[in-house]
T-cell receptor, first 115, second 113 residues
Protein backbone atom coordinates (compact mmCIF):
# COMPACT_ATOMS: atom_id res chain seq x y z
CA UNK A 1 0.00 0.00 0.00
CA UNK A 2 1.05 3.55 -0.57
CA UNK A 3 1.43 6.04 2.23
CA UNK A 4 2.73 9.58 2.69
CA UNK A 5 3.81 10.90 6.07
CA UNK A 6 4.27 14.55 6.90
CA UNK A 7 5.28 14.42 10.53
CA UNK A 8 5.34 18.18 11.01
CA UNK A 9 1.82 19.36 11.70
CA UNK A 10 2.66 23.02 12.18
CA UNK A 11 5.78 25.09 11.72
CA UNK A 12 6.17 28.72 12.69
CA UNK A 13 9.11 30.79 11.49
CA UNK A 14 10.02 34.43 11.31
CA UNK A 15 10.30 36.06 7.92
CA UNK A 16 13.64 35.48 6.16
CA UNK A 17 14.29 32.24 7.99
CA UNK A 18 14.86 29.08 5.96
CA UNK A 19 12.41 26.26 6.57
CA UNK A 20 12.30 22.62 5.49
CA UNK A 21 9.11 20.62 5.21
CA UNK A 22 9.59 16.88 5.51
CA UNK A 23 7.87 14.21 3.45
CA UNK A 24 8.40 10.47 3.79
CA UNK A 25 6.64 8.04 1.49
CA UNK A 26 6.01 4.31 1.30
CA UNK A 27 5.40 2.37 -1.87
CA UNK A 28 6.28 -0.99 -3.37
CA UNK A 29 6.08 0.32 -6.90
CA UNK A 30 9.23 0.99 -8.86
CA UNK A 31 7.56 3.68 -10.93
CA UNK A 32 5.84 6.39 -8.96
CA UNK A 33 5.37 10.13 -8.89
CA UNK A 34 5.80 12.63 -6.09
CA UNK A 35 4.16 16.01 -5.82
CA UNK A 36 4.09 19.08 -3.61
CA UNK A 37 1.08 21.36 -3.44
CA UNK A 38 0.43 24.60 -1.56
CA UNK A 39 -3.03 25.32 -0.18
CA UNK A 40 -3.75 28.92 0.83
CA UNK A 41 -6.88 29.74 2.86
CA UNK A 42 -8.91 30.09 -0.35
CA UNK A 43 -8.78 26.31 -0.70
CA UNK A 44 -7.22 25.81 -4.11
CA UNK A 45 -4.31 23.39 -4.28
CA UNK A 46 -1.50 25.13 -6.10
CA UNK A 47 0.91 22.83 -7.92
CA UNK A 48 4.56 23.30 -6.98
CA UNK A 49 6.49 20.34 -8.33
CA UNK A 50 6.23 16.82 -9.74
CA UNK A 51 9.02 14.24 -9.68
CA UNK A 52 9.09 10.73 -11.08
CA UNK A 53 10.90 7.91 -9.33
CA UNK A 54 13.67 7.75 -11.90
CA UNK A 55 14.67 11.36 -11.49
CA UNK A 56 16.51 11.91 -8.25
CA UNK A 57 18.02 15.17 -9.33
CA UNK A 58 17.34 17.92 -6.84
CA UNK A 59 15.54 20.97 -8.14
CA UNK A 60 15.66 24.62 -7.32
CA UNK A 61 13.06 27.16 -8.36
CA UNK A 62 13.70 30.58 -6.98
CA UNK A 63 13.44 30.37 -3.20
CA UNK A 64 12.08 26.82 -3.38
CA UNK A 65 14.17 23.67 -3.53
CA UNK A 66 13.41 19.99 -3.30
CA UNK A 67 15.59 17.12 -2.11
CA UNK A 68 14.50 13.69 -3.39
CA UNK A 69 16.30 10.72 -1.80
CA UNK A 70 15.10 7.24 -2.75
CA UNK A 71 17.44 5.67 -0.20
CA UNK A 72 15.45 7.22 2.63
CA UNK A 73 12.13 7.47 0.75
CA UNK A 74 12.02 11.18 1.35
CA UNK A 75 11.06 14.16 -0.73
CA UNK A 76 11.74 17.24 1.36
CA UNK A 77 10.89 20.82 0.47
CA UNK A 78 12.93 23.84 1.54
CA UNK A 79 11.89 27.47 1.38
CA UNK A 80 14.82 29.85 1.59
CA UNK A 81 14.34 33.31 3.07
CA UNK A 82 10.69 32.70 3.85
CA UNK A 83 8.09 35.39 3.33
CA UNK A 84 4.68 36.04 4.84
CA UNK A 85 3.10 35.06 1.52
CA UNK A 86 4.51 31.56 1.98
CA UNK A 87 2.07 30.99 4.85
CA UNK A 88 -0.18 28.11 3.82
CA UNK A 89 -0.70 24.40 4.23
CA UNK A 90 1.71 22.34 2.17
CA UNK A 91 0.87 18.84 1.00
CA UNK A 92 3.12 16.12 -0.27
CA UNK A 93 1.46 13.50 -2.49
CA UNK A 94 2.26 10.22 -4.21
CA UNK A 95 0.79 8.37 -7.18
CA UNK A 96 1.74 5.27 -9.08
CA UNK A 97 1.93 4.10 -12.65
CA UNK A 98 -1.46 3.05 -13.92
CA UNK A 99 -3.21 5.36 -11.49
CA UNK A 100 -1.15 8.46 -11.91
CA UNK A 101 -4.04 10.80 -11.21
CA UNK A 102 -4.99 9.03 -8.00
CA UNK A 103 -2.98 11.04 -5.51
CA UNK A 104 -2.31 9.79 -2.01
CA UNK A 105 -1.82 12.85 0.16
CA UNK A 106 0.00 13.38 3.39
CA UNK A 107 -1.76 15.16 6.21
CA UNK A 108 -0.16 18.46 5.36
CA UNK A 109 2.08 20.91 7.18
CA UNK A 110 0.76 24.30 8.20
CA UNK A 111 3.48 26.87 7.72
CA UNK A 112 3.08 30.21 9.46
CA UNK A 113 5.58 32.89 8.56
CA UNK A 114 5.56 35.75 11.03
CA UNK A 115 6.60 39.24 9.91
CA UNK B 1 -5.39 29.76 -20.24
CA UNK B 2 -8.30 29.33 -17.85
CA UNK B 3 -7.77 27.05 -14.89
CA UNK B 4 -10.01 24.39 -13.44
CA UNK B 5 -13.40 25.91 -12.68
CA UNK B 6 -15.74 24.56 -10.06
CA UNK B 7 -19.32 25.56 -9.32
CA UNK B 8 -20.88 26.35 -7.00
CA UNK B 9 -18.20 27.61 -4.67
CA UNK B 10 -20.30 27.45 -1.53
CA UNK B 11 -23.50 25.66 -0.74
CA UNK B 12 -25.55 24.56 2.22
CA UNK B 13 -27.75 21.49 2.07
CA UNK B 14 -29.99 19.67 4.49
CA UNK B 15 -29.35 16.11 5.61
CA UNK B 16 -31.08 13.68 3.29
CA UNK B 17 -30.94 15.94 0.25
CA UNK B 18 -28.75 15.37 -2.74
CA UNK B 19 -26.19 17.69 -4.34
CA UNK B 20 -24.50 18.03 -7.71
CA UNK B 21 -21.15 19.74 -8.14
CA UNK B 22 -19.71 20.77 -11.46
CA UNK B 23 -16.18 20.96 -12.79
CA UNK B 24 -14.79 22.37 -16.02
CA UNK B 25 -11.23 21.18 -16.64
CA UNK B 26 -8.44 23.10 -18.28
CA UNK B 27 -8.95 23.23 -22.02
CA UNK B 28 -7.47 20.14 -23.64
CA UNK B 29 -7.39 18.11 -20.45
CA UNK B 30 -9.31 14.85 -20.68
CA UNK B 31 -8.81 13.50 -17.18
CA UNK B 32 -10.87 14.82 -14.30
CA UNK B 33 -10.49 13.65 -10.72
CA UNK B 34 -12.45 14.47 -7.59
CA UNK B 35 -11.20 14.70 -4.02
CA UNK B 36 -12.85 15.24 -0.67
CA UNK B 37 -11.08 17.23 2.01
CA UNK B 38 -12.22 17.14 5.64
CA UNK B 39 -10.41 18.08 8.86
CA UNK B 40 -10.62 14.53 10.12
CA UNK B 41 -9.78 12.46 7.03
CA UNK B 42 -7.69 14.93 5.08
CA UNK B 43 -7.58 14.78 1.31
CA UNK B 44 -9.09 11.63 -0.12
CA UNK B 45 -9.47 10.52 -3.73
CA UNK B 46 -13.05 9.95 -4.84
CA UNK B 47 -12.82 8.97 -8.51
CA UNK B 48 -11.27 9.79 -11.84
CA UNK B 49 -12.89 10.06 -15.24
CA UNK B 50 -11.19 9.90 -18.59
CA UNK B 51 -13.00 10.08 -21.91
CA UNK B 52 -16.36 9.74 -20.17
CA UNK B 53 -15.31 6.53 -18.39
CA UNK B 54 -14.51 6.06 -14.74
CA UNK B 55 -10.87 5.01 -14.66
CA UNK B 56 -10.15 4.85 -10.94
CA UNK B 57 -12.27 4.85 -7.81
CA UNK B 58 -11.57 5.53 -4.17
CA UNK B 59 -13.16 3.97 -1.11
CA UNK B 60 -16.39 5.88 -0.84
CA UNK B 61 -19.95 4.58 -0.57
CA UNK B 62 -22.21 4.36 -3.59
CA UNK B 63 -23.92 7.60 -2.56
CA UNK B 64 -20.99 9.31 -4.25
CA UNK B 65 -21.13 9.16 -8.01
CA UNK B 66 -19.83 11.08 -10.94
CA UNK B 67 -19.87 11.38 -14.66
CA UNK B 68 -17.99 13.06 -17.45
CA UNK B 69 -19.39 14.58 -20.58
CA UNK B 70 -18.00 14.53 -24.10
CA UNK B 71 -16.50 18.00 -23.60
CA UNK B 72 -14.58 16.64 -20.55
CA UNK B 73 -16.69 18.61 -18.09
CA UNK B 74 -17.55 16.55 -15.05
CA UNK B 75 -20.16 16.42 -12.34
CA UNK B 76 -20.21 14.62 -9.06
CA UNK B 77 -23.33 13.80 -7.13
CA UNK B 78 -23.86 12.92 -3.51
CA UNK B 79 -27.24 11.46 -2.63
CA UNK B 80 -28.86 11.20 0.79
CA UNK B 81 -26.49 13.68 2.34
CA UNK B 82 -25.10 13.05 5.79
CA UNK B 83 -23.57 15.53 8.20
CA UNK B 84 -20.20 13.89 7.62
CA UNK B 85 -20.32 14.81 3.94
CA UNK B 86 -19.59 18.41 4.88
CA UNK B 87 -16.28 19.05 3.19
CA UNK B 88 -14.33 20.87 0.54
CA UNK B 89 -14.71 19.01 -2.74
CA UNK B 90 -11.83 19.56 -5.11
CA UNK B 91 -11.73 18.83 -8.78
CA UNK B 92 -8.49 18.29 -10.65
CA UNK B 93 -7.63 17.94 -14.30
CA UNK B 94 -4.66 16.70 -16.25
CA UNK B 95 -3.74 15.92 -19.82
CA UNK B 96 -3.18 12.40 -21.05
CA UNK B 97 -0.05 10.46 -20.30
CA UNK B 98 1.61 9.10 -17.22
CA UNK B 99 2.62 11.32 -14.38
CA UNK B 100 1.37 14.52 -15.88
CA UNK B 101 0.90 17.58 -13.74
CA UNK B 102 -2.44 17.63 -11.99
CA UNK B 103 -4.09 21.00 -11.58
CA UNK B 104 -6.77 21.71 -9.01
CA UNK B 105 -9.70 24.05 -8.90
CA UNK B 106 -10.67 26.24 -5.96
CA UNK B 107 -13.16 23.69 -4.72
CA UNK B 108 -16.77 23.62 -3.64
CA UNK B 109 -17.41 24.10 0.05
CA UNK B 110 -20.37 21.93 1.05
CA UNK B 111 -22.04 22.26 4.42
CA UNK B 112 -24.70 19.74 5.42
CA UNK B 113 -27.00 20.83 8.24
Amino acid sequence: AQKVTQAQTEISVVEKEDVTLDCVYETRDTTYYLFWYKQPPSGELVFLIRRNSFDEQNEISGRYSWNFQKSTSSFNFTITASQVVDSAVYFCALSKRGATNKLIFGTGTLLAVQP
Amino acid sequence: KAGVTQTPRYLIKTRGQQVTLSCSPISGHRSVSWYQQTPGQGLQFLFEYFSETQRNKGNFPGRFSGRQFSNSRSEMNVSTLELGDSALYLCASSSTGSGNTIYFGEGSWLTVV
